[in-house]
């Protein structure tokens, strides 16, 4: 089983819709959970960052944790174009590590 | 000043080559991290820096040597490398490489080993 999984897409989303995007993790002690977005040949972009059980939004993004079901979602709402793009799950570990998930493709359809 | 930076953008070497990575932070951050990526993979840890000191090392090929010379840099030595070494390098750092910390990367250097 691998530490951090995630769909690997590619989610193909109308513009104007919601996309949601899903991670789960193995290890119970893990602390803290991060979105990246990863655009074709750049670097892994933060998006949000999520500490406690619940939902957090900032924008057009909401994340969602559930440490008792070791899950961790993303939501993007209105999907533009711009949003195609890979979103990586990242779980800091309880040994400090940053793990990450292999990536959902999003492909945002005008 | 949120930005990590990481020269060169671009290397190409042969395998007797000896090259070095380099990654710059002013944020004062005191971890930073060396990561590999392969194409449509995610990134691949391969050693971390905590207070200047090597924290995590992922089993990595004694050809490729981390140095974090102070708290702001962090270089990768490459020495005699293969063509599958080839692939994007990625630097990043964190406040303090625990709990709630989160990194942020620097924009890469894409590797090829001829």
């Known amino acids: 089983q691998k530490e951090v999984e995630q769909n690997s897409g590619p989610l193909s989303v109308p513009e104007g819709a919601i996309a949601s995007l899903n991670c789960t993790y193995s290890d119970r002690v893990s602390q803290s959970f991060f979105w990246y977005r990863q655009y074709s040949g750049k670097s892994p972009e933060l998006i949000m960052s999520i500490y406690s059980n619940g939902d957090k939004e900032d924008g057009r993004f909401t994340a969602q944790l559930n440490k008792a079901s070791q899950y961790v979602s993303l939501l993007i709402r209105d999907s533009q174009p711009s949003d195609s793009a890979t979103y990586l799950c990242a779980v800091r570990g309880g040994w400090g590590k940053f793990q990450f998930g292999a990536g959902t493709q999003v492909v945002v359809t005008p | 000043d949120t930005e990590v930076t990481q020269t060169p953008k671009h290397l190409v070497m042969g395998m007797t080559n000896k090259k070095s990575l380099k990654c710059e932070q002013h944020?004062?951050?005191?971890?930073m991290y060396w990561y590999k990526q392969k194409a449509k993979k995610p990134p691949e840890l391969m050693f971390v820096y905590s207070y200047e000191k090597l924290s995590i090392n992922e089993s990595v090929p004694s050809r490729f040597s981390p140095e974090c010379p102070n708290s702001s840099l962090l270089n990768l030595h490459l020495h005699a490398l293969q063509p599958e070494d080839s692939a994007l390098y990625l630097c990043a750092s964190s406040p303090h490489g625990t709990g709630e910390d989160t990194q942020y990367f620097g924009p890469g250097t894409r590797l090829t080993v001829l």
């Open positions: 944020m004062g951050h005191r971890a």
